[in-house]
C-alpha cells in the first residue's frame, strides 16, 4: 500500500518530517519514490522545467495527465499527487471535480493539489465531497503571477500576513489534507504550521513546517534559469550531462568510440 493521507497526517501529530519532491516522467519518480521521499508531485512547475515556459500558466490538463501517468506507472510507495493547472478549477466547481477526478482515473494519482486559499475553499469542499483528497497551495501561487506581480516573498505585511493565516484555516475547514506554504517568513510559517491541523508543507517557508518540498530539477541542479534563495542544491546533473556529452563527442571525432568492447565479432 502507497503512503496514504493517514501517514502524512500521523506524521505532523508525531512531530515527523514529511519530504515531497516534484517528479515529471517514469525514471526520475522512480528515482524520487527509491530514495523514499513520502509524497511525489507532479507539478504544474513543469510548464517551465520540462517545457521551457516562462510561467506555469499555459500547461494544459490533458498535459499534466500525460506526466502523471509516466509518473504512477514508477511510483510504488510514495502518494502521489497531481497538480491541477490553471484554469482546470477556477471556472466551477463542476468542472474542477471533473478535472480532479481525471488525475485519479486517468492519471494514476491518489490525489490533487491546487492554488488558493479562502477563495478556493468552495472549489475544496466540492473536490473533497467526490471522495477526492485535495492538498492546498497559498502563499506565493505561481499561477497568480501576473497579479502578484513577480516571484515574490508573500506575508511580510501584518495585512497579508494575517489574510494567510485566515486562508490556511479556510482550506482545513474545507477539508484540505495539507498545505503547501510558499515564499512566506519563516514565522508565519510557524505560526500557521501551530494553528492548523493538517500539515504544512513548506517550499521557502522555512524549518518549522511539518514537511518540505522542492522541484526535484533545481534540487539536481538540472534547472538554472534562475536559482530561487529557498533552494539547496545535492547534485549538479546539467554540468555533469555536458561533461558527458561532451567526452563522447570528442571520444567519437578522435576515434576512440566504438572499441573493440562495443563493437560485434
Ligand atoms: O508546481 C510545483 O512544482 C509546485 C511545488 C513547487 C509545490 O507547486
Redesign the pocket.
Known amino acids: 500500500m502507497s503512503v496514504t493521507i493517514l501517514d502524512i497526517l500521523k506524521k505532523k501529530a508525531e512531530g515527523k518530517k514529511i519530504t515531497m519532491l516534484?517528479a515529471y516522467d517514469f525514471p526520475f519518480a522512480q528515482i524520487v519514490d527509491e530514495a523514499g521521499i513520502d509524497i511525489v508531485?507532479i507539478?504544474?512547475?513543469l510548464s517551465m522545467v520540462v517545457q521551457g515556459n516562462d510561467t506555469?500558466i499555459s500547461v494544459t490538463m490533458d498535459e499534466m495527465i500525460y506526466h502523471a501517468r509516466l509518473v504512477s506507472r514508477a511510483v510504488k510507495n510514495a502518494m502521489v499527487v497531481g497538480?491541477m493547472p490553471f484554469m482546470s478549477y477556477q471556472i466551477s466547481t463542476e468542472e474542477a471535480v471533473y478535472n480532479a477526478g481525471r488525475f485519479l482515473k486517468e492519471g494514476g494519482a491518489h490525489a490533487v493539489?491546487l492554488e488558493g486559499g479562502a477563495s478556493a475553499a468552495d472549489t475544496i469542499k466540492a473536490i473533497t465531497k467526490a471522495e477526492i483528497p485535495v492538498m492546498a497551495?497559498i502563499g506565493l501561487t505561481?499561477q497568480s503571477i501576473h497579479k502578484l506581480g513577480g516571484y515574490k516573498v508573500q506575508g511580510k505585511d501584518p495585512k497579508v500576513a494575517k489574510r494567510l493565516l485566515a486562508d490556511a484555516k479556510a482550506v482545513e475547514e474545507a477539508g484540505a489534507f495539507a498545505i503547501?506554504l510558499?515564499a512566506i517568513p519563516a514565522n508565519l510559517a510557524k505560526e500557521i504550521t501551530r494553528a492548523v491541523k493538517i500539515p504544512t508543507i513548506g517550499?521557502g517557508g522555512g524549518r518549522h513546517c511539518d514537511g518540505q518540498?522542492l522541484?526535484l530539477y533545481d534540487l539536481l541542479g538540472l534547472f538554472n534559469r534562475f536559482v530561487p534563495k529557498f533552494v539547496k542544491r545535492y547534485a549538479n546533473l546539467k554540468a555533469d550531462a555536458i561533461d558527458a556529452v561532451k567526452r563522447y563527442k570528442e571520444d567519437v571525432e578522435k576515434g576512440r568510440f566504438p572499441s573493440e568492447e562495443q563493437s560485434f565479432k
Open positions: 516534484t508531485l507539478g504544474d512547475s506555469t497538480d493539489k497551495h505561481p503547501v510558499e517550499i518540498v522541484v
